[in-house]
């Protein structure tokens, strides 16, 4: 069985800091026992599940490495999502762009078992749950209401809407518009120019494609992009924002959120509390500081301050929160 694994910084796998293991690529890797969640190797079958127990990005601003692994021997399993192995296989890293990828392909070929429609301008609509979408048209329009569906699209300007809970969303076609309101959608998206709006708490967004425009307001939200001049906001609390492409533009206005961005001459605004960014040489990062008003009785802004990430004042690839009006390294 072929899937796909997550890793720390490193390809690090520590379930806890008692059980710590290093895996390299184009390993081969055994174990004495397979128990899901106790013993043997994880990995997912769905390529964006992975981030369900290895965060886009970490508490140190770092985002986690992928690859594609084979299991060598029977898999265990208790949910069909995590499964386990004794013997695994590790494949070469992949970018998230690759993961992305992957996603899609994965969506579009569950899709595929159902009936799929050839014809230009067609449009389909399901109210029903548990809906599985398939689309290879161009210009198709798809809208779900169910929950649990499952949405594939090939087709070039396709605009897919879903407001079910636990969508899985994957498009493959440039300029497409998607948009979903339920909680735990899976969205990934690797043409360019992709519009991918989500209002649902816990979304997973993924897009490869150039000029993305991607929006959530959802708590706790996972969004990567890897592709150049992207735009990302984010209003919930609690976002992981991760982007390697260049010229991005990141926004996020709830507390809590990490972004990390790997691209050249990018420009990051954090207005939420407790924020935590890192960028490359050339980017602009803006940070927020609030202290709680005992009279007020809410927390209210007392510094926003702008650095220019020069590689001495502030640091490339480092980590920053704003503290009594400083940017200052986290640590650890």
């Known amino acids: 069985m072929k899937g796909y694994k997550a890793f720390r910084k ?21 174990e004495d026992s397979a ?24 508490e140190n601003g770092d985002t986690s490495e992928f690859a594609e692994v084979e299991a060598l021997d029977e898999c265990k399993t208790d949910d069909g999502q995590k499964y386990c192995t004794k013997k695994l296989k590790v494949g070469a890293k992949l970018s998230f762009s690759a993961l992305v990828q992957a996603s899609v392909n994965f969506e579009l070929e569950k899709s595929a078992k159902t009936k799929t429609h050839d ?3 067609e449009k389909i609509s399901s109210k029903s749950n548990s809906a599985q979408i398939g689309s290879s048209g161009d210009w198709a329009r798809i809208g779900s209401s169910g929950n649990s569906a499952r949405i594939g699209s090939s087709g070039d300007s396709a605009r897919i809407g879903s407001s079910g809970d636990s969508a899985q969303i994957g498009s493959s076609g440039d300029w497409a518009q998607i948009g ?32 993305a425009r991607i ?16 735009r990302i906001g984010s209003s919930g609390y609690g976002a992981q924002i991760g982007s390697s492409g260049d010229s991005a533009q990141i926004g996020s206005s709830g507390d809590w959120a990490r972004i990390a961005s790997s691209g050249k001459h990018s420009v990051i605004c954090c207005a939420g509390n407790g924020s935590i960014v890192k960028a490359k040489i050339g980017s602009w990062v803006t940070l ?12 209210i802004p007392v510094c926003v301050k702008t650095e220019y990430v020069d590689g001495e004042k ?4 480092t980590p920053y929160k704003l503290v009594n009006g400083r940017f200052e390294e986290v640590k650890g």
């Open 288 to 299: 927020a500081e609030w202290l709680y008003d005992k009279v007020e009785c809410a927390f």
């Open 10 to 30: 490193g390809m690090i796998c520590a379930p806890d800091e008692q059980h710590i293991k290093q895996y390299a690529e184009n390993t081969v890797f055994e």
């Open 314 to 317: 502030i640091k490339a690839d």
């Open 119 to 121: 014809m230009d301008d």
């Open 180 to 211: 979903s309101s339920g909680d735990w959608a899976q969205i990934g998206s690797s043409g360019d120019s992709a519009q991918i709006g989500s209002s649902g708490d816990s979304a997973r967004i993924g897009s490869s494609g150039d000029w």
């Open 215 to 230: 929006g959530s307001s959802g708590n706790s939200a996972q969004i990567g992009s890897s592709g150049d001049s992207a």
């Open 35 to 58: 128990e899901v969640c106790k013993k043997g190797m994880h990995f997912c079958k769905d390529p964006l599940a992975v981030l369900d127990y290895y965060p886009l990005v970490d």
